[in-house]
């Protein structure tokens, strides 16, 4: 194995050690974000000719953005969370057809004092109007009629990476 890549694979082992220590050993990765994925089409639905959540790669943008030193490990622990708790209620939410998610959503949200899903759409909004570099999309910023500034960015977090 060439260095380069015995360094990359550390660096990637250690970045799923510290995300499933942030989340709990009891979650499982891929349910919660299965769930924030199903959690975000219900957010910003397909609904042409406006972008839906997988449109703006809004799963994709929060895990990527969720490895940065930066990223607010109380954010993590709250989505964390209100997924767990989701599951408690229905556990078979993702069997679940969109409409009745969509129900489910709401029950939660008028009863919820926990800000998760306040949060989940705040970052759902936030993939909307990233850049490409963050695993965003130029999608939102077409939906808008937004032309993104010049120069854009070349490192990430502007090359505040750990």
């Given at each position: 194995m060439k260095r380069r890549a015995f360094l990359l694979l550390l660096f990637v082992s250690g970045v799923v050690y510290i995300l499933w220590n942030k989340l709990g050993k009891n979650s499982h990765l891929s349910t919660f974000w299965s769930v924030i994925s199903a959690v975000?089409?219900?957010i910003l639905p397909?609904?042409?000719p406006h972008p839906s959540s997988n449109d703006?790669?809004?799963t994709a943008y929060l895990?990527?953005?969720s490895l940065h030193f930066s990223f607010p490990n109380n954010d993590l622990i709250?989505?964390?969370d209100g997924v767990k708790n989701l599951l408690k209620l229905e556990p078979n939410f993702l069997s679940l057809n969109h409409k009745e998610q969509g129900d489910i959503l709401l029950e939660i949200n008028k009863n919820d004092d926990n800000n998760w899903l306040d949060l989940l759409t705040y970052y759902t909004i936030e993939a909307l109007l990233s850049d490409e570099i963050y695993s965003g999309n130029d999608t939102g910023y077409k939906w808008l009629g937004h032309k993104a500034?010049?120069?854009k960015p070349?490192?990430?977090y502007g090359g505040l990476d750990v």
């Open positions: 975000q089409n219900i397909y609904n042409p703006i790669k809004a895990a990527n953005s709250t989505l964390n500034g010049i120069p070349t490192k990430l």
